[in-house]
């Protein structure tokens, strides 16, 4: 491979494990590793603590019962009933069983859970979480005020400085360093100061980079979410499980994305269209405002598409609260205010908000076991790990959200998949993993020559604009309700789009904290989460959980467009060729009876 | 720009990545207006607050608390004022 000098420079530094990402799962992985004495770098963009786990609010769900009764197995049932039945009951069990553990632990390091007076922790409702197999809701959320994933980070940063965990911050990961045979013996990865490259070199590398909700348009996520992990593992021909699932979010500030929550409407907000028409009457006409996420996104979607929708370009509908009195609105919702003002330009106790289903998580990704090992298909097997890689978290799939996350669901994937990726890579360097396998040259070169690809790269695409291309494509062909023909002509033109990625220029060449250069490296990675969901979205013809099409038939056999009988089942996404191939859904748990397919219904 | 300065003004850039959405909104708006025109001053006052968590820093920006020091104070009314209700008015 013909490199040019400058970017042939690289160190190469030893560790037992690497982790890539320090929000919740890998901080979580972290603790596991250093406890046990293994020599662990932990790579991040940002400071631990400005990781997106920080944004969430709503808590851990953990059965503890502290303020009544509750039991895994009733939370095991929530979880596979939200998932539309696509999420794997094994890994499920695994989760809702590890939960009471995890959260006490996390409670030990230090994290200012909030408390009943008797001092147990206190448990708040959440949607979906029920009582005796979807009876009633119960208390099962674990919060610390509206700041719980920040807490946690902090409890968990502080227990790995003091387990001393090799941080290295503002470093970007570049590739996997993956051999012939499928092993994984590290990353490559770029100190953002220097511009420096070095290889990272370890007997266990584990992946926690969180999600891509930067693919769409419309998104709740921070700039940082950008798959990095997700990227590198497609691009070092792991398949990508189950990306056709994103969770939109029904109200998110149009062209902003930033969360107006579902209290706006409990408070007596109206969803309108261009016309002024209180539209959710005519899908949802006793619920109406308040239907379920799914009814009212699917239904601002098909106002704006029929050409009832709002602006210079009808891509929004309006959120009005003007007839609402304005103390109310300053008293009951706090900072609804100030956000309509910072980022709709719209003061919304005179005018309504502009509103567009938003992007909010990733339920599919790097294929995992519970154990937290990556694991592809092989030699006849469709799990098979992958030796030397393990993922957890947002970036991975476990599969324990399937179709749809049920809320605070999240922060316990991340510190029970955080902590079992952990766990193996530690069992995995005590019984099999001595020595670090030789590294994979070519892996190197092909990492470096991307990198030098991008630096020289004349009359190419601008990052900017190609991005922004991907994210309204995305947003307009694979939203939150989709469309066969929206959908064939999406994937024609994010295939276009990939081409232009493949061609990005920086004007700015510079070494120390170029921005530029980071910037288009993650749209290396979010394009590879761009193909793996649009592929996947069109080739699913049923509806299920947060997949939904126009064209999927509510009849007996398929209730709400459902289609067991040909797609109950996982997709995989392979990068060469686009190609996808399709695994079965774990239906048998550890230890209890399945949980059977029936209609989703609360 | 000479190469020390955009280094100094690549390091701020970066750490105005933020872990909320708001944030990083925020920040864009700020350095499409200001980038050429941030002083030493203002340099020293961005990076006082950029060291501060996200809630906080965003309950300052938002608004919902007030800071007592006269540089942050003018700071957050920087990127307060790049606000698209600031363009209406």
Redesign the interface.
């Known amino acids: 491979m013909a490199l040019r000098k400058a970017i042939m420079n690289y160190t190469v530094r030893k560790f037992d494990a690497v982790i890539v990402g320090a929000g919740g799962a890998g901080l979580r992985a972290a603790i596991q590793l250093s406890e046990a004495g293994y020599k662990t770098a932990v790579l991040t ?2 400071f631990p ?7 969430a609010q709503g808590g851990v769900a953990a059965s503890l019962g502290n303020s009544e009764e509750d039991h895994w197995h009733w939370h095991m049932y929530d979880t596979v009933k939200g998932s539309d039945w696509l999420g794997d009951q094994d890994a499920i069990e695994f989760m809702c069983r590890k939960a009471n553990e995890v959260v006490v632990e996390l409670e030990h390091y230090g994290m200012p859970f909030d408390r009943l007076d008797n001092g147990k922790i206190y448990q708040r409702p959440f949607g979906g979480h029920m009582s005796n197999f979807g009876e009633k809701p119960v208390r099962r959320s674990c919060a610390a005020a509206d ?1 719980t994933g ?1 807490a946690m980070l902090h409890a968990m940063y502080q227990r790995n400085v003091k387990v001393n965990t090799q941080f290295f911050v ?1 470093w970007q990961a570049l590739d996997l360093v993956r051999d012939a045979e499928g092993d994984v013996m590290g990353v490559t990865a770029m100190d ?2 220097t511009g420096e490259i070095v290889v990272f070199h370890a007997k266990a590398t584990i992946f926690a980079t969180g999600g891509a909700g930067r693919i769409y348009y419309s ?6 979410n950008t798959g990095d992990g997700v990227g590198m593992a497609a691009r070092a021909g792991i398949p990508l499980e189950d990306m056709e699932f994103w969770q939109f979010h029904p109200t998110g500030v149009a062209g ?3 969360l107006i929550t579902e209290g706006v409407r409990g408070e007596g907000g109206i969803l309108r269209n261009s016309a002024g028409e209180r539209f959710m009457e005519r899908y949802a006409p006793n619920a109406k405002d308040l239907a379920s996420r799914d009814v009212v996104s699917r239904a601002m979607t098909t106002e704006i598409n029929e050409g009832r929708g709002c602006g210079p370009n009808e891509d929004f509908v309006l959120l009005d609260i003007t007839h609402l009195p304005p103390e109310t609105i300053m008293k009951r919702l ?2 609804i205010h ?2 309509g ?7 919304c106790l005179k005018e309504p908000l502009p509103v567009v289903p938003t992007c909010h998580y990733q339920m599919g990704g790097i294929p995992t076991n519970y154990s937290g090992q990556v694991v592809v298909p092989r030699g006849g097997n469709h799990s098979e790990p992958v030796l030397g890689f393990y993922a957890a978290g947002e970036c991975a799939c476990a599969s324990v959200h399937g179709a749809n996350r049920l809320g605070t669901n999240s922060l316990l994937d991340l510190l029970v998949f955080g902590k079992s990726a952990g766990e193996t890579a530690v069992n995995d360097l005590k019984n099999s993993v001595k020595a670090h396998k030789p590294l994979a040259q070519d892996a190197i070169d092909r990492s470096l020559a991307r990198v030098d690809r991008l630096n020289h790269q004349k009359d190419g695409a601008d990052v900017h604009e190609t991005r922004l291309a991907m994210q309204r494509t995305m947003q307009k062909h694979a939203g939150v309700f989709r469309f066969k023909d929206m959908l064939a002509e999406g994937v024609k033109r994010i295939d276009e789009i990939a081409g232009q990625v493949a061609q990005t220029q920086i004007k700015d060449k ?1 070494k ?4 530029a250069r ?1 910037e288009a490296l993650e749209l290396d990675n979010l394009i590879e989460v761009a193909k793996a969901t649009i592929v996947s979205a069109n080739a699913r013809t049923e509806s299920r959980g947060a997949h939904v099409r126009d064209d999927a038939t509510d009849t007996p056999e398929t209730p709400d467009g459902r289609d067991d009988r040909n797609w109950l089942k996982h997709t995989l996404w392979y990068r060469e060729g686009n190609r996808l191939d399709y695994k079965p859904v774990q239906m048998k748990p550890m230890s209890v009876d399945t949980i059977e397919l029936k209609k989703r219904a609360y | 720009m000479d190469e020390v300065r955009k280094a100094r003004i690549n390091r701020l850039k970066w750490h105005c990545r933020r872990a909320l959405l708001e944030l990083d909104l925020v920040f864009d708006r700020f350095w499409e207006r200001y980038e050429d025109s941030l002083d030493a001053q203002g340099e020293a006052a961005l990076e006082s607050l950029l060291e501060l968590e996200d809630h906080d820093l965003w309950a300052l920006v938002s608004g919902r608390e007030a800071t007592d020091d006269s540089q942050l104070a003018a700071m957050i009314e920087r990127l307060r004022e790049v606000s698209p209700l600031a363009n209406f008015e």
């Open positions: 963009k940002v603590t400005r990781s997106h786990t920080v944004a700041r920040h503002e953002m100061e998104s709740t996520n921070a700039f940082i902003a994305g930033v706090p900072g100030e956000i003002i910072q980022f709709a330009g719209v003061d510079s120390v904290f170029n921005t980071i």
